[in-house]
């Protein structure tokens, strides 16, 4: 799927910059940053409904254990 992204032009010396740097390019560079956030979402996301879960599980125990 084709996307377009709309950087500003400091960002987009920045990245520039960065790829040079790390002999890659700008598109390589972007796809690892959409993969590592997606990677991070996805795991809060699941800490989140797990701590929910078990908060229903155990609320009451721990509630009395105050």
């Known amino acids: 799927m084709a996307t377009n992204l709309r950087l500003r032009d400091d960002q987009t010396k920045a ?4 790829a040079e ?14 993969d ?3 990677a991070r979402t996805a795991h ?8 929910t879960e ?3 599980k155990w609320g009451e125990i721990m509630a009395r254990l105050k």
Do not use: C, F, N, P
């Open 54 to 56: 078990q908060a229903a």
């Open 15 to 18: 990245l520039k910059r960065r």
């Open 44 to 51: 809060q996301a699941m800490v989140k409904q797990t701590a």
């Open 36 to 38: 590592d956030y997606l």
């Open 21 to 34: 740097q790390e002999g890659t390019s700008m598109h390589a560079i972007l796809l690892r940053a959409v």
